[in-house]
């Protein structure tokens, strides 16, 4: 059997063989590490609160830190609907909304 590497963490994965051959491989468990941030505690959200990505890092391996850039936007006749305009670096702009929400955490 060959080694198999998690994409995210490069951690080894658990393998067993089972029946006329077959793989399984089991999950690294990086992903359960960090919990996404939640709707209400992105409504939250304040000018230069600090995000990390769960799946982009850094060339040195940490998890990339966005900021939030400015007001967190919400909808009366759709409450579950925002728009939270995030930076990371220099030039890198975008929003955190309802559909990315899983792909951010809170810095400690």
Not at 13 to 21: R, S, V
Not at 33 to 52: G, R, S
Not at 56 to 67: L, S, V
Request: glycine content about 6%.
């Amino acid at each position: 059997m060959s080694k198999v590497y998690c994409m995210l963490c490069g951690k080894e994965m658990k393998q067993e063989k089972y029946e006329d051959n077959k793989i399984r491989v089991y999950p690294c468990g990086c992903q359960d590490e960090a919990k996404p941030i939640n709707l209400v505690q992105a409504v939250n959200l304040t000018v230069n609160n600090t995000l990390h990505h769960r799946y982009f890092k850094n060339a040195d391996g940490t998890p990339q830190r966005w900021r939030v850039n400015g007001k967190v936007k919400t909808w009366k006749t759709k409450p579950w609907k925002i728009q939270v305009p995030l930076k990371h670096g220099l030039y890198d702009h975008g929003y955190l909304t309802e559909d990315n929400l899983d792909n951010f955490t809170l810095a400690e």
